[in-house]
């Protein structure tokens, strides 16, 4: 009988999206479909036991995979399963993404403690969040609210807005549908109102490089029109260099004709500067796509330099 290892967070939404995976190998690989064929490992990472100081400030979103892919490179799991917005554009050698589940709504949602969107919120209103990209498109909209730090999972952020210590946050819708709470939705925002995160409601699963069997196995559950989006926006995020210091937001789609279109961002933290691009190119070529895209972005930002 296969059996097979899968490396994740501990966080409720990582689990889902662990079990998604293992959902998924087990209809289409049926050696998979025996109960225990396919373990899940829980691996606490360095990203969730700081929780008092945003990314940008402790090392970056590597530090929700670092302990993850030692694991994985070291043999003690098969795979592992990570929401790819928090994957760094270089990965450690011998590492490689090649499937992905198909993407999630890709958009961002403001849950706030009184009804409305972010237009209904009172000038000087506190609103909660440990994403650079959201304060800063939030700020340059709003530059009337206050923004704070606001870490931890899903459950942890509206318990703190339950708490009383802000009066909204914003999640992503991706992961508030997984875990059945799109309902605490005050308003969905379009990507002309926020444009997300790269890669942001998409499920990537990492393997050894020299893995062939896992690779073939995963063939088998990947998206491709997923994997395509995502290599045009973290080809965009490489250029520029992305980190959780600068405000990135980037999202491609196809526009069904054979066509993906993408749209950038770059920002200063406090949203003063904003910087957006649109672009379209053939899906086969997403990567030169972003490329192209990530390069516009940084002649027009100079104050990237």
Known sequence: MERLRIGTRGSPLALWQARAVQAALAAAVPDLAAEGAIEIVVIRTTGDRVQDRTLSEIGGKGLFTKEIEEQLA???????????????????????????LPRADPRDA????????????????VVGTASLRRQAQILHRRPDLRVVPFRGNVDTRLAKLADGQAAATVLALAGLLRLGKAAV???VMEPDAMLPAVAQGAIGIERRADDE??????????????????AAERALLAVLDGSCRTPIAALAEPDGSGNLVLRGLVAAPDGSRVVTGRWSGAAADAERLGREGGRELRRRAEFLA
Do not use: F
């Not at 070291?74 to 090649?98: N, Q, R, W, Y």
């Not at 849950?111 to 000038?123: F, H, K, M, Q, R």
């Open 213 to 230: 069997h896992t690779a073939a196995l995963l063939r088998r559950i990947a998206d491709r029109a997923t994997l395509t989006a995502v």
């Open 185 to 187: 939705a005050t308003q």
């Open 110 to 125: 403001l849950v706030a403690t009184a009804p409305g969107g972010i237009e209904a919120l009172p000038s000087g209103a």
């Open 74 to 100: 070291g043999g003690g799991i098969d795979l592992a399963v990570h929401s790819m917005k928090d994957m760094p554009t270089l990965l450690p050698e011998g590492l490689v993404i090649d499937a992905m």
